[in-house]
């Protein structure tokens, strides 16, 4: 399986990234390909701008940088996307936020391959993986509520956060929660994780883990067979 790993720090030796390169060698370890993509590199064009104005007359968009190539080559090619980021003032490094704004130009109608780059975008895994100087229990809230919604947005399974204490670069590794072996047990795991988000009209089974189901089949098996 494809895992495109954004890495949303200006450090390349930050503690986010020091978690996304922890989660890449777990994926290796279970024969998935975890790749690092660096959007500070890749959007040099700068932020969204006024599509209206700014697109070309094709219908594409107009800011001449890598994000076109990582959008339409390994994020929509990818099984999963993992976003790694500092909390910064309580949200994601701006990259990051500028990585969902500019998506529009290429999500809306106006652009050619508007309907395939939506399908193409949806039916993913996410995680995500933060770094932050604080530990207290809401410090992270803003970012996993919007990346919670932007998951459900596009249709993908947000199915963990790892959190990873520290501000000088590699500090993390003394986080006492060790997040640098979350990240690689995670990289492992991505693909099992257990995932559901009901609503009120899902079909729900009465119990969680298979193994369970299983289990009860059998005992009611068994009743059966004593009868």
Same mark, same amino acid.
């Given at each position: 399986?494809?895992?495109?790993?954004?890495?949303?720090?200006?450090?390349?030796?930050?503690?986010?990234?020091?978690?996304?390169?922890?989660?890449?060698?777990?994926?290796?370890?279970?024969?998935?390909?975890?790749?690092?993509?660096?959007?500070?590199?890749?959007?040099?064009?700068?932020?969204?701008?006024?599509?209206?104005?700014?697109?070309?007359?094709?219908?594409?968009?107009?800011?001449?940088?890598?994000?076109?190539?990582?959008?339409?080559?390994?994020?929509?090619?990818?099984?999963?996307?993992?976003y790694a980021t500092p909390l910064y003032w309580y949200g994601v490094a701006a990259v990051?936020?500028?990585?969902?704004?500019?998506?529009?130009?290429?999500?809306?109608?106006?652009?050619?391959?508007? =309907?395939?780059? =939506?399908?193409?975008?949806?039916?993913?895994?996410?995680?995500?993986?933060l770094s932050s100087e604080e530990r207290y229990a809401t410090a992270a809230l803003g970012?996993?509520?919007?990346?919670?919604?932007?998951?459900?947005?596009?249709?993908?399974?947000?199915?963990?956060?790892?959190?990873?204490?520290?501000?000088?670069?590699?500090?993390?590794?003394?986080?006492?929660?060790?997040?640098?072996? =979350?990240?690689?047990?995670?990289?492992?795991e991505l693909f099992e994780l257990h995932h559901s988000d009901y609503r009120i009209d899902?079909?729900?089974?009465?119990?969680?883990?298979?193994?369970?189901?299983?289990?009860?089949?059998?005992?009611?098996?068994?009743?059966?067979?004593?009868?």
């Amino acid at each position: 399986m494809r895992i495109a790993v954004l890495a949303a720090s200006p450090r390349p030796d930050g503690n986010s990234r020091a978690m996304a390169d922890a989660l890449a060698t777990g994926a290796a370890e279970a024969g998935h390909t975890a790749e690092i993509h660096d959007l500070n590199h890749a959007m040099e064009g700068g932020f969204l701008r006024d599509c209206r104005t700014c697109r070309l007359p094709d219908g594409t968009c107009a800011i001449d940088d890598g994000y076109a190539d990582l959008l339409t080559g390994p994020v929509a090619q990818a099984d999963a996307l993992v976003y790694a980021t500092p909390l910064y003032w309580y949200g994601v490094a701006a990259v990051l936020k500028n990585f969902f704004d500019r998506m529009v130009c290429y999500l809306a109608a106006s652009h050619p391959d508007s =309907a395939a780059l =939506a399908d193409a975008l949806s039916a993913k895994r996410s995680a995500l993986l933060l770094s932050s100087e604080e530990r207290y229990a809401t410090a992270a809230l803003g970012v996993v509520a919007q990346l919670q919604e932007m998951s459900r947005y596009l249709g993908h399974e947000l199915v963990a956060v790892v959190q990873g204490i520290g501000n000088k670069r590699g500090e993390v590794t003394y986080d006492p929660a060790d997040p640098l072996a =979350a990240s690689r047990r995670l990289g492992r795991e991505l693909f099992e994780l257990h995932h559901s988000d009901y609503r009120i009209d899902s079909v729900r089974p009465n119990t969680v883990w298979s193994q369970a189901r299983e289990s009860s089949d059998e005992a009611q098996l068994a009743t059966y067979d004593d009868t």
